[in-house]
């Protein structure tokens, strides 16, 4: 079936413009996760959502960041003002449920450039 | 201290060899655990789960030792497509799920 989608896989942008990444969880996956991953560094958590739950948003690095998810799909992530520490893949992962061995399952990832 | 710390390599192996990776955790209130590979620009997919008892899934080997607060993944018979980044991964409750990714350590088999 079909996995994780991402769009856009790559995205170039000028410094201070705004930015939208999407991702499309796997059907029927209720918990979907963001993440950034700068070169060569571990994955960052941003944000989770659960079902309908209020999403856990400790991950978000300031308020430049913020994400939407509408019911137990399609999800956006937003950066405004886009700085050049920004520059770096955000995945995106959903999991069937919230319990604690879950696996996720990531999408490809958006390679986000800051110029 | 990082929640979850990972020597990152590389570790440059022969094939054929046994390379074994560490592990370690600093919240004691962990309670599921996990090891993914990545390989080079590309997502993480769930190598295997890693179990109280420990468990293995053909040439992979995972242990948990909760006293000493770390999870180990042995490979056995490394071969050149094992080359990629494993990163441990460590989940707990409390209010909201916490998931922490490790930052990785990186192997290369070497023909």
């Known amino acids: 079936g079909a996995g994780v989608s991402q769009s856009p896989s790559n995205k170039v942008t000028e410094k201070g413009k705004d930015v939208e990444l999407r991702c499309d969880p796997i059907s029927g996956h209720t918990a979907l996760y963001w993440y950034r991953q700068r070169l060569g560094q571990g994955l960052e958590f941003l944000i989770y959502?659960?079902?309908?739950?209020?999403?856990?948003k400790s991950g978000l690095p300031s308020d430049r960041f913020s994400a939407e998810r509408t019911g137990e799909s399609v999800s956006t992530l937003t950066i405004q003002r886009t700085q050049q520490e920004d520059s770096a893949v955000y995945l995106c992962?959903?999991?069937?449920?919230?319990?604690?061995?879950?696996?996720?399952?990531f999408g490809p990832g958006t390679r986000l450039l800051v110029l | 201290r990082k929640e979850v710390e990972q020597d990152p390599g590389p570790f440059n192996v022969p094939e054929g060899a046994t390379v074994a990776f560490n592990c370690t955790y600093s919240n004691s209130a962990s309670q599921s655990f996990f090891w993914y590979r990545q390989d080079c620009r590309k997502e993480p997919k769930l190598l295997m789960s890693?179990?109280?008892s420990g468990n293995e899934d053909g040439r992979f080997t995972a242990q948990l030792n909760r006293a000493s607060q770390y999870i180990s993944l042995l490979i056995r018979d490394s071969k050149l497509s094992d080359s990629a980044t494993y990163l441990c991964?460590?989940?707990?409750?409390?209010?909201?799920?916490?998931?922490?990714f490790g930052t990785g350590t990186k192997l290369q088999v070497i023909p």
């Open positions: 992962a959903s999991s069937v449920g919230a319990s604690l061995q879950e696996t996720q399952y």
């Open positions: 959502f659960q079902g309908n739950s209020a999403p856990d």
């Open positions: 991964v460590v989940r707990r409750s409390g209010g909201y799920q916490k998931v922490t």
């Open positions: 890693v179990y109280s």
